[in-house]
């Protein structure tokens, strides 16, 4: 069972940048779609960007443009890299196979919170 543990958050003013990460306690090659999710508390959780085992991206509409995702399938590691930030970026981010999976809990996420 492949856990992860996300990290990077914190606060930071509006159009200010951040970089978060992801570190799974297993391999992540055999995920082929590795996704990036956010959750506001009372909302559902939703998917801000899917990563492919080669590399390849797809982003939100919301945050594309100001949001890139990559991974290191030899560190078995994500990455966000966010500027640009809103305060509707604020939210618990967190990284898991997409379309999740049972087999692989959710962590406990990075609060990212964008306020002056």
């Known amino acids: 069972q492949v856990q992860f543990v996300e990290s990077g958050g914190g606060l930071v003013q509006p159009g200010g940048s951040m970089r978060l990460s992801c570190t799974a306690s297993?391999?992540?090659?055999?995920?082929?779609?590795m996704g990036w999710y956010r959750q506001v508390p009372g909302k559902p959780r939703e998917l801000v960007a899917i990563v492919t085992r080669a590399g390849t991206t797809t982003i939100v509409d919301s945050v594309k443009g100001r949001f890139t995702a990559s991974r290191d399938n030899a560190k078995n590691t994500l990455f966000l890299e966010m500027k640009n930030l809103l305060e509707e970026d604020t939210a618990v981010y967190y990284c898991t196979p997409s379309p999740p999976k049972p087999e692989n809990p959710w962590g406990q996420g990075t609060q990212v919170t964008v306020s002056s």
């Open positions: 297993g391999s992540i090659f055999d995920m082929y779609y």
